[in-house]
């Protein structure tokens, strides 16, 4: 099993930037497979962004591009999303992921959700 753990998230006025983090611990190998998805009320869970592999830069959701930006540690397998020019579109429950491989065997880890709300 591997454990997440997020924090960070928190109350922020539309235009103003927030900070989330994710550390992954517990029976991890050697895959760094990371991101982060959201899901906003009544709204299918979405992909954020992520990293797929140490050898690739991460990967944005259109919606975010040049506004969010995803900092990793491979080491520590931490992924910190630092988000700016926050807008209540962006309003959702922000949840970390693992994946520890990318053969269909491998399994994908969830953390607890934490809540970014952008108020209007």
Known sequence: QVRLVESGGGLVQTGGS??????ASGNIGSSTHMGWYRQAPGKQR????EYTSTNR????????KG????IRDNVRR??????NILKPEDTAVYYCYYRNGPSPLAQTYWGQGTQV???S
């Open 18 to 23: 927030l900070r989330i983090s994710c550390s």
């Open 46 to 49: 979405e992909l954020v962004a």
């Open 57 to 64: 830069p991460a990967i944005y959701a259109e919606s975010v």
């Open 67 to 70: 506004r969010f930006t995803m």
């Open 78 to 83: 931490s992924v910190d999303l630092l988000m």
């Open 117 to 119: 709300t952008v108020s």
